[in-house]
């Protein structure tokens, strides 16, 4: 599976929240919230539009930063 990482402009716990929510809904997903530099990296078989739409829904703006390299 691919890691991808994504800006969401989270400003709360109430933010990270919301984005947590709308992950477990879309489910086969294992994901970070970096709160402090407003992104989430996700590692996930959905494709990132697919992530994209579904971070979208938490009413936040947000974009794709770009594909994240296993460490």
Do not use: W
């Not at 691919?2 to 294992?30: I, P, W, Y």
């Not at 078989?45 to 947000?62: P, W």
């Amino acid at each position: 599976s691919q890691k991808h990482e994504f800006f969401v402009d989270m400003t709360c716990e109430g933010c990270s929240n919301a984005v947590t929510r709308v992950l477990h809904r879309l489910g086969g997903v294992n994901f970070d919230i970096d709160l402090p530099n407003k992104k989430v990296c996700i590692d996930s078989e959905h494709n990132v539009d697919t992530l994209l739409e579904t971070l979208k829904k938490t009413g936040k703006n947000a974009s794709y930063l770009g594909e994240k390299s296993a460490q």
